[in-house]
């Protein structure tokens, strides 16, 4: 590969860029933009990464994510879980994935925004 650089370093452990991924969680989180993440998260498929990886990626990704409130990061942390174990049980499929998306950007459009979406304790 020439040279050690972070485009090379995930290129040979097979993990998507967390960019990429933080792309997917930012078309969700930016009005809830279905159709956007969905073909994001083909596309990343379509590269060959397995279902393990992605979710994975997807994981540390909305953890570390500064932009998004407390909220909304926790229901997107629950609903990567709960795909995670799906997946661990033997689930590995690109409809596992994209459903996935449809859920993170539906918990988007039902609290009316993606990172100021605030803590019911904040509002009293």
């Not at 809830?32 to 990343?44: D, H, I, P, Q, S």
Request: proline share 2%.
């Amino acid at each position: 590969f020439g040279q050690v650089n972070q485009k090379n370093v995930f290129r040979v452990c097979d993990q998507p860029h967390p960019t990429a991924v933080r792309e997917v969680v930012d078309s969700c989180l930016n009005g809830g933009k279905t159709g956007v993440a969905v073909g994001l998260m083909t596309k990343l498929w379509s590269m060959g990464y397995s279902c393990s990886d992605i979710i994975g990626t997807l994981f540390k990704v909305v953890k570390a994510h500064h932009g998004m409130g407390e909220a909304i990061k926790l229901e997107f942390l629950r609903e990567i879980g709960f795909a995670h174990m799906r997946i661990a049980d033997g689930v590995h499929s690109k409809l596992q994935l994209l459903g996935l998306v449809a859920r993170l950007c539906q918990k988007v459009e039902v609290s009316g925004g993606g990172g100021e979406f605030e803590e019911e304790e904040e509002e009293q």
